[in-house]
T-cell receptor
Framework: AQTVTQSQPEMSVQEAETVTLSCTYDTSESDYYLFWYKQPPSRQMILVIRQEAYKQQNATENRFSVNFQKAAKSFSLKISDSQLGDAAMYFC?????????FGAGTRLTVKP | DVKVTQSSRYLVKRTGEKVFLECVQDMDHENMFWYRQDPGLGLRLIYFSYDVKMKEKGDIPEGYSVSREKKERFSLILESASTNQTSMYLCASSFGLAGETQYFGPGTRLLVL
């Protein structure tokens, strides 16, 4: 079975600094998609970034970028110039067909 | 913008009650999903539907059923609520193509007493 592991239950970062959230996954599939979702306190879960496994180039979205290492089955999220609004639970997810697997989440605190 | 709405943000029910959670999406998505979110466990799939009247069991279907009579609406039913079903329930939807992003509703926090 596919599993997604987020080894950091909690992380904190100083405002304007950079933080990296870790994610590893286990799969025998060669074709899949990876996602980072953000869930602010008491608010809706929203997509942060998406990566197709067949693409070698790492996805970026403004201050958010990923380091996708397919052979190592690693998919970390880097947040640059952290802002107070980045404080949230972050979930890493793996998708193949309609089978989506989520990690347990990392709670990110941003210190002013 | 995709909009996924859920009928209640907070719900309190008693053990043994029948509970209905409703989800509506406005983007004509083929796929709809019900997840349960618990601390330290992430999100676990209860059921999903890839078309009207079609449904597939997820990882934890026991104690739940679903209904999809219209494309935009997907209901989760707890036939006889139990305290171990106290949780946050998230609905999501996506287009039917491979790798499509799932869009989530705001969640329903259910407390079963």
């Amino acid at each position: 079975a596919q599993t997604v592991t987020q080894s950091q239950p909690e992380m904190s970062v100083q405002e304007a600094e950079t933080v990296t959230l870790s994610c590893t996954y286990d799969t025998s599939e060669s074709d899949y998609y990876l996602f980072w979702y953000k869930q602010p306190p008491s608010r809706q879960m929203i997509l942060v970034i998406r990566q197709e496994a067949y693409k070698q180039q790492n996805a970026t979205e403004n201050r958010f970028s990923v380091n996708f290492q397919k052979a190592a089955k690693s998919f970390s999220l880097k947040i640059s110039d952290s802002q107070l609004g980045d404080a949230a639970m972050y979930f890493c997810a793996w998708l193949n067909n309609n089978d989506m697997r989520f990690g347990a989440g990392t709670r990110l605190t941003v210190k002013p | 913008d995709v909009k996924v709405t859920q009928s209640s943000r907070y719900l309190v029910k008693r053990t043994g009650e029948k509970v209905f959670l409703e989800c509506v999406q406005d983007m004509d998505h083929e796929n709809m999903f019900w997840y349960r979110q618990d601390p330290g466990l992430g999100l676990r799939l209860i059921y999903f539907s890839y078309d009207v009247k079609m449904k597939e069991k997820g990882d934890i279907p026991e104690g739940y059923s679903v209904s999809r009579e219209k494309k935009e609406r997907f209901s989760l039913i707890l036939e006889s609520a139990s305290t171990n079903q106290t949780s946050m329930y998230l609905c999501a939807s996506s287009f039917g193509l491979a790798g499509e992003t799932q869009y989530f509703g705001p969640g329903t926090r259910l407390l079963v007493l």
